[in-house]
């Protein structure tokens, strides 16, 4: 099961945790684990490649996890960009999860 966790102060998404395989197939042939592991580093590359943001990103590769936490003190600009770019990957990974509930579950913590 793939668990995603967006954490929130007030309105704003401030971090999210990606964690576990989604069992669907197996590793390495997962259309599930393949498309949340695209929408993950695309953000990733975004809001730190593309913006220039150095958002604090752990990954552990034995426990298939991932998280990203926005640097405080952005820009108004920069802030409504993650705020959209954030909200556009919890969308997306809540919709997967509705084709895929019993793979992936997505929480706002």
Not at 19 to 33: F, K, N, P, R, V
């Amino acid at each position: 099961m793939i668990t995603a966790a967006f954490h929130l102060e007030g309105a704003r998404i401030v971090s999210f945790q990606v964690e576990g395989h989604s069992g669907l197939a197996s590793q390495g042939e997962d259309i599930l684990c393949a498309a949340v592991t695209s929408a993950v580093r695309l953000t990733e590359c975004t809001v730190n490649d593309v913006l220039g943001l150095e958002a604090s990103v752990k990954v552990k590769e034995d426990k298939a996890l991932i998280s990203l936490k926005l640097p405080g003190g952005l820009s108004q600009q920069n802030e409504s960009t993650c705020q959209s770019l954030l909200t556009a990957l919890m969308l997306y990974l809540s919709q997967l999860h509705e084709e895929y509930p019993d793979n992936i579950i997505v929480m706002e913590v």
